[in-house]
C-alpha cells in the first residue's frame, strides 16, 4: 500500500455515508478489519473518530465496531482496563449464535482479563474459544495459533510449566500451516524457554538455535537479537560464559525496544559473573532507565551486591534499601494464588470435556426413561426446589468460609505463625549456606544470602507491626469512651443507657487500633445488624457475656444466642459463642 493515508481517509467518508445510508456497512468493517493488521495505530486513530457517528448503524454494526475497537487496542498495545465493553460483545455474539465472531471475541476477552491480571478468567476464555471452534468445526488457524501462543505465556508466567509443552506445540503445528515464519520462530523460541526452564538444557539449545537459522534465514536482524539475547541469559544461568559472549555480541547488532531489558539483564549478568564488574555497574545502571519496578529492583539488587562484594557497605545498604523498596512483598503470596486457580480452572475445564462427552454418548439411553420423568414430574419439581434452596444455602456458606480465609491469609502475613514459618526458612537457608561455602559456589552463596537477609527483614517489620499493633491496643484502653463502657458495665444500676453517639465513638476507636475492623467485619457479612454489630465491638474490647447483658439490657442467653448465630453468619459453619469470640477477636 504505496499511500496508507489516503486509502484511510477515503474509507472513512465511504464508511460513514454507508452507516448513513445503511449499505454494505459489515461489509465496510471487514475491510477495516483487514486494515487493522496492517496498521493498527492509524485505524485505531480512524475508529476513534467514528464514536458518534457510528451510533446511527444498526446494532450488528455497533458491535463489530466496538469489536474492531477492542482488537485495535491490543493491537496497539494498549492496556485493557475494563472488562465491561468485550462482555457486551460476547454476550451478543453469543445470543446471536454468530460462529464468525464468537471465537474472536472470547479471545479479546481472555486477553483483556489478561491485562487484568486475571489469569483464570482469561484461561477460562481462551478455552471457550477452542470450544466453539472445536464445536462449529472452524478453521481459522491464525486465531488459533494466538490462542495456544497466550495460553502458553499465561503458563509460563505462572510457572505451571508441564502444562507448557501441549499448547506451544499447537501454536506451532497452527503457524506450520500458515506457514508463518516470524510466528514460528516465536514458536521455536518459547518451546526453547519451556525446556529451558526445566534444566533441560540440550533441548532448549537446540530449539532456541532453530528459532536463531530461522530468522537468519528470514534476513530479521531483530527477532534474531531477541533469540540469541534470551539464550544468552540462559548460558549465564547455566556457567557457559564463553557461548553466553558469543550470543550477546550477536543481539547487540539490533536490539530493539521491547528486547532492551532483557539485553541490558542478561549482559549486565555475564559481566558480574566473569568478575568484569565496572561493565556490570554500567549495565545495571542502564537498567534504572526502564520503567518496570521488577527491573530496577534487580538492577539495584545486583548493584548492592558489587558494592558489598567491593567493601562498600554504605552504598550496598543503600542500593539494598532502594532493592527493597521496589520489590513486593506480596508477590510470592498471589502468585501462588493465581497458580492454583488456574490449574483448578485448567482441570475443570478438561472435566467439563469429558462430561460432554460422556453426556453425548449416554443421549440415547435417556429416552427410556422419559416417560418415568413426565410421571414423577410433580415429585421431582418438589424436590428440585427444595434441593435448589440447600445448594443456595450451601453455596452462600462456602463463599462465606472463603472470605474468611481469605481475610485470614491477609492476617497471617503478620501473624506470630508467620514469623516461626520465616524461622524455618532463615534455618533452612543457613543449612544451605554452610553447604555453599563448601561448595565454594560463590553465586549460590550470595543468592541464599540475599534470601536469608529478605526473610530476616520480613521478621523484622511484622515484629515492628506487632509492636506498634500493642501500643495502639494499649491507647485504646486508656480513652474516656473505654472507661465509660467499662463502668456501665461494671454497674449495678440497669437504668444506665448509652447514647448513639456513644457506640460511634466506640466505633471509630475500635476501627482506629484495629486497622479499618468494622470495614473487615462488614466485608464477611454486609448485612450485620446494629446489635450483632454492637456485640462485636464489645468482644473486641474485652467485654464478658454478662457485661454485655447489662449494657445491652438483655439476658445473658440472648446475648449467648446472637453470639452462636453470628458465628454462622461470618464463617458460614456453624459453631459455638466462645467460637464467635475467637473469631471477631482474630480479627
Known amino acids: 500500500m504505496k499511500h496508507p493515508a489516503c486509502y484511510i481517509i ?101 486477553r483483556t482479563y489478561s491485562d487484568l491480571k486475571d489469569a483464570p478468567r482469561a484461561l477460562e476464555y481462551y478455552q471457550r474459544a477452542i470450544d466453539v471452534m472445536e464445536r462449529e468445526e472452524l478453521t481459522d488457524y491464525n486465531l488459533l495459533s494466538r490462542i495456544y501462543s497466550q495460553m502458553g505465556t499465561l503458563f509460563f508466567y505462572q510457572e505451571l510449566y508441564d502444562e507448557l509443552p501441549g499448547v506451544l506445540r499447537k501454536a506451532y503445528q497452527c503457524d506450520l500451516i500458515l506457514k508463518d515464519s516470524a510466528n514460528l520462530v516465536f514458536d521455536l523460541r518459547d518451546i526453547g524457554r519451556s525446556f529451558a526452564v526445566r534444566e ?75 568478575n568484569q564488574l565496572d561493565s556490570a555497574v554500567y549495565y545495571y545502571r542502564k537498567k534504572l532507565s526502564l520503567h518496570s519496578y521488577s527491573h530496577k529492583a534487580s538492577a539495584y539488587q545486583g548493584l548492592a551486591k558489587i558494592a558489598r562484594e567491593r567493601g562498600d557497605v554504605t552504598q550496598a545498604m543503600e542500593y539494598y534499601d532502594l532493592y527493597m523498596l521496589y520489590d513486593d512483598s506480596l508477590k510470592q503470596s498471589i502468585r501462588t494464588e493465581t497458580i492454583h486457580k488456574i490449574d483448578a480452572l485448567y482441570n475443570y475445564h478438561k472435566f467439563e470435556k469429558e462430561n460432554i462427552k460422556l453426556k453425548k454418548e449416554n443421549f440415547n439411553h435417556r429416552n427410556l426413561i422419559f416417560f418415568l420423568v413426565l410421571v414423577a414430574l410433580f415429585s421431582l419439581l418438589l424436590f428440585a426446589v427444595f434441593w435448589q434452596k440447600n445448594k443456595r444455602k450451601e453455596q452462600t456458606m462456602l463463599l462465606q468460609q472463603e472470605k474468611l480465609k481469605r481475610q485470614q491469609e491477609k492476617l497471617k502475613q503478620y501473624s506470630q505463625e508467620q514469623i516461626e514459618e520465616n524461622k524455618k526458612k532463615i534455618e533452612e537457608l543457613s543449612w544451605q549456606l554452610e553447604n555453599a561455602v563448601k561448595d565454594k559456589d ?141 473469631l471477631v477477636q482474630s480479627l
Not at 475491510?31 to 495505530?41: F, G
Not at 530479521?220 to 557461548?243: H, T
Not at 552463596?445 to 494499649?474: F, G, S, T
Not at 479499618?516 to 454489630?533: A, D, M, N, V
Open 10 to 110: 477515503l474509507f472513512v467518508v465511504v464508511l460513514l455515508v454507508s452507516c448513513h445510508a445503511d449499505r454494505d456497512d459489515v461489509r465496510l468493517l471487514q475491510q477495516a478489519d483487514s486494515l487493522l493488521n496492517v496498521r493498527p495505530d492509524s485505524m485505531k486513530a480512524v475508529l476513534g473518530t467514528w464514536a458518534d457517528s457510528i451510533g446511527h448503524c444498526p446494532e450488528r454494526v455497533r458491535m463489530y465496531y466496538n469489536l474492531l475497537r477492542v482488537k485495535a487496542d491490543d493491537k496497539a498495545y494498549v492496556t485493557h482496563t475494563s472488562d465491561s465493553l468485550i462482555l457486551s460483545i460476547v454476550r451478543y455474539y453469543r445470543e446471536q449464535r454468530d460462529k464468525t465472531h464468537l471465537p474472536e471475541a472470547l479471545y479479546y476477552a481472555g
Open 442 to 582: 560463590l553465586l549460590h552463596r550470595n543468592l541464599l544470602l540475599v534470601q536469608k537477609e529478605q526473610i530476616e527483614k520480613d521478621n523484622r517489620r511484622i515484629e515492628e507491626m506487632q509492636e506498634i499493633q500493642r501500643k495502639v491496643e494499649a491507647g485504646l484502653y486508656m480513652t474516656n469512651i473505654y472507661n465509660k463502657f467499662q463502668a456501665v458495665a461494671n454497674s449495678k444500676e440497669k437504668s444506665q443507657l448509652l447514647k448513639i453517639e456513644d457506640w460511634q465513638e466506640l466505633q471509630e476507636q475500635v476501627d482506629e487500633a484495629y486497622g479499618g475492623f468494622t470495614t473487615r467485619l462488614k466485608e464477611l457479612y454486609p448485612q450485620i445488624s446494629e446489635k450483632e454489630l454492637h456485640i462485636c465491638l464489645l468482644i473486641k474490647i474485652g467485654v464478658t457475656p454478662t457485661q454485655m447483658a447489662t449494657i445491652m439490657i438483655s439476658s445473658k442467653q440472648d446475648i449467648s444466642s446472637v453470639r452462636s448465630r453470628l458465628y454462622t453468619k461470618l464463617s458460614g459453619t456453624k459453631g459455638s459463642s466462645k467460637q464467635c469470640d475467637q
Open 200 to 274: 533441560r538444557q540440550d533441548s532448549a539449545i537446540w530449539y532456541y538455535n532453530r528459532a536463531g537459522e530461522m530468522a537468519q534465514y528470514m534476513q530479521d536482524s531483530i527477532l534474531l537479537s531477541m533469540v540469541y539475547g534470551e539464550l544468552a541469559g540462559f548460558y549465564v544461568d547455566w556457567g557457559n560464559y564463553p557461548a553466553a559472549c558469543e550470543k550477546l555480541q550477536i543481539a547487540w547488532q539490533a536490539v530493539d525496544t521491547l528486547s532492551m531489558p532483557m539485553y541490558y539483564n542478561n549482559t549486565a549478568k555475564y559481566y558480574y559473573n566473569t
